[in-house]
Nanobody, 123 residues
Framework: QVQLVESGGGLVQAGGSLRLSCVASGRAFSDYAMGWIRQVPGKEREFVAA????????YYADSVKGRFTISRDNAQNTVYLQMDSLKSEDTAVYYC????????????????WGQGTQVTVSS
């Protein structure tokens, strides 16, 4: 089993920055594809960013490309999401998720999910 705990959410003004962290407990974190997914109440979950096991490749939604950066530190069992130039439309609950299957990045059918952290961007 893998447990994921997110932190770093909060309230920020438009144009500001936040860094989300997700710490994983359990085995084989380095073998997991990791992703960040966000959700606004009443809407479906939305892919934000993902990073493969070795950290060599990262993928982003068009809406965040150039503003957000995903990274991972396998020695610390942690994945990060640096969010810059935040916009009001980035307001959502952000979830960290992980899965050993690479295609989870596309399907969003990750095996493990964190509890979510709220990000609120005021305009």
């Amino acid at each position: 089993q893998v447990q994921l705990v997110e932190s770093g959410g909060g309230l920020v003004q438009a144009g500001g920055s936040l860094r989300l962290s997700c710490v994983a407990s359990g085995r084989a974190f380095s073998d997991y594809a990791m992703g960040w997914i966000r959700q606004v109440p009443g809407k479906e979950r939305e892919f934000v960013a993902a990073i493969i096991r070795g950290g060599g490749s990262a993928y982003y939604a068009d809406s965040v490309k150039g503003r957000f950066t995903i990274s991972r530190d396998n020695a610390q069992n942690t994945v990060y999401l640096q969010m810059d130039s935040l916009k009001s439309e980035d307001t959502a609950v952000y979830y960290c998720a992980g899965d050993p299957r690479l295609h989870s990045i596309v399907t969003l059918k990750y095996s493990y999910w964190g509890q979510g952290t709220q990000v609120t961007v005021s305009s």
